[in-house]
């Protein structure tokens, strides 16, 4: 017998926490307020969806903390019975995260859980203090339950080993998977207590019998007693318990500690338990107030601006792996993830760090472009030989997930070197990533369609193969960049070749992606000479990838009469949210939750529509009332910038898309420079 298991992946979070430097740089870990899409009945908030060594792979999936009365015989559990929940970070500057549950027992008796969360900065660790206030006087035990699951995304397997172990005074609860370890303890400071009251590791789904999972154990059967078991194989889950007695109020750390090995995972473990959580936060805000401090800073003095601004760079900062890539986002909004490297929203974030002044982090991140290049001949599933480009997105380690052919994922890294070099203004970084550039273009000059402009490929949204608008000008602009990258080195021929095919893409591109009869009228659309069916259709839809031909791409004027027609159309309420000025990608877009056309839009459509009505002169305040009044009401509980809002402007999915929290700090810088930063290269 089976119940749906307690670890549901839901598409929202609010909240990511890391570290900026030392070993914390290897745990990445989600916080998630609900209600979220699909769950409307729960009001909580959980630690979710923790990363550590690789951000693409989880450790485990969520922390209940659940809180059993004895006088009323109830145990109530953080995300499915809280009344109430609140998340929010320290500042935009220190990711510390601070969680509120809101519980009611009965009429009279109340309860109100504290969390404080954050990443340990020389150990793999990851630390949680809590605090339990209680209205009356009963006898409670405080319960936790992990849902586990090291989760291998190349082979989805999430089968571990969890069980009991004792070291140093303290009770751990360890789970591995042959190659990564974890290891959970708590201290009560007011008692000293180091040990559980009951340990029980269970098999997820289960509901009786010796593999009954530990959530069924002590929520379902709500009973205040853990059926003990310290050893389990196969999709587990673990459950702790502290009994706390009648105090009023209860304070313990939980530490979840990772490693190679279990002595590491239990060594990172005690290591903040041992030095308290007052003091891992004392180096927790050290560390990002010293990073930050190596930057420039929000340039403009307004409050809400300066935090928006901040906390964006925190974000990128904390979703990039050691090894320079970062995750498009810490959530799955369907059947698959975003913990994954998008090499499109990696450029779009160098572009953003570099306006910022974290130019360690964008050169980290050229670095891993270079690195994950397909350098070899390379055949994929339609014969195109991909020597030069770039998978369509990749595991954090460099290996390929998708693998389609976008022309911004071949474009856009060459712009991103060129760009890393004209703002640093040193020669080295033009040398050290040439050759990848050079490769990228030598495909580029190789995919003309014969008459030309490029050929076919998929577009910046994954779902049309075709001559699609964004891809295209994408591609002119690399070749754009690669001629002054050329040029920077002396090879004055290849950067001649590179602007002629540039010069003859640009002079096509209305002819193959603006359509005067277009389903609104004039505009361009999503791409020409499609395959496959859609509707509408994308010869004739709107596309608000069409935007970024004018910025950072630099192919189409933002004043001429095409681009001005193609945003004057963004306001079309097929278009656009109703209630809130965000345009969406297409109209007619069914990817949503519910897999069909909803009202509302994506913010960084929006930005990229802004920027054109700022440089046209259709709305000369489009960019600062984006930066200033927009964005507040579409972000979510601890302030980032979603992926979808809804028509209203509400977060409807898909929180911490960090090409989100990029375009605030381009609209930022763009706005205060008064040109837009990072124009790709002119013809």
Known sequence: MTEDPPTLRPSDKDAIVSAPVGDGQAVLSTVNKYPGAGHP????????????????????????????????????????????????????????????????????????LE??????????????????????????????????????????????????????GYDF??????????????????????????????????????????????????????????????KVDVGVGLEVG?????????????????????????????????AERSMFEAAWESWHRTHAGSPVEDAYVSEMYDLSLTSMKCAQDRNGAIVAGAFQPQSFGYRYVWPRDLVAMVQALLAAGAVTEAINAVDWLDRAQIAEERYDHRGIDRRGTWWQNYYSNGMAHWRELQLDQVGGPIYAHWLLWRFTDDDSLLEAYYDMSKLAADFLLGWDNGDGFPAKHQDPWEEVWGHTTGGSAAAIAGLRSMAELAD???????????????????????AYCFKRDGLLGGHYVTADRPEGVDN????????????????????????????????????NPYWRADGTPCVGRYPGDDYTPTETAEDGGWPICEAYADMVRWQCGVDPDAVEKFIHEDSRTWRTDAGLLPERVDGDGGVRWNSNLQWSQAMYVLLVESFVRGTPVGLAPGP
Not at 49 to 66: C, G, W
Not at 537 to 547: C, G, I, T, V
Request: aromatic share 10%.
């Open 41 to 112: 009945d729960w009001r909580g908030a959980l630690i979710e969806d923790t990363s550590a060594f690789r951000l693409d792979v989880d450790q485990f999936y969520d922390i209940h903390t659940l809180l059993w009365d004895a006088d009323l015989g109830q145990t109530l559990d953080v995300r499915n019975d809280a009344v109430a929940s609140e998340v929010e970070y320290e500042s935009g500057r220190v990711p510390e995260i601070h969680v509120t549950n809101d519980f009611e027992f009965a009429a009279d008796v109340t309860a109100a």
């Open 488 to 510: 920077g080195a002396g090879d004055t021929e290849y950067a001649s070749r590179c602007r002629d095919l540039a010069s003859r893409w640009a002079g096509n591109f209305d």
């Open 536 to 571: 509408p259709r994308p010869d004739r839809r709107p596309d608000a990838a069409a935007f970024t031909a004018s910025w950072p791409w630099n192919v189409v004027d933002a004043d001429s009469e095409e681009m001005q027609k193609t945003v004057m159309h963004a306001e």
């Open 246 to 278: 009648d105090a009023p109020e209860v304070t313990w750390t939980t530490a979840v500690g990772f490693g190679e090995s279990e002595r590491e995972a239990i060594e990172n473990a005690l290591t903040v338990q041992h030095n308290g959580y007052d």
């Open 173 to 234: 609860v360890v789970a591995q998977d042959g190659a990564r370890y974890l290891a959970i303890c708590h201290h009560r400071p007011p008692t000293g207590q180091t040990t559980f009251d009951g340990l029980r590791v269970g098999a997820q789904g289960y509901t009786s019998g010796a593999a009954k999972s530990a959530w069924h154990d002590i929520y379902v059967e709500n009973d205040g007693h853990i059926d003990g078991n310290d050893y389990l194989s196969g």
């Open 115 to 168: 969390q404080d969360v954050l990443v340990s900065v020389n150990a793999a660790a990851l630390v949680v203090r809590n605090r339990a206030s209680f209205s009356t006087s009963h006898r409670r035990t405080v319960f936790t339950v992990v849902g586990l699951g090291i989760r291998d995304l190349v082979t989805g397997d999430d089968v571990d080993e969890a069980y009991g172990s004792h070291s140093r």
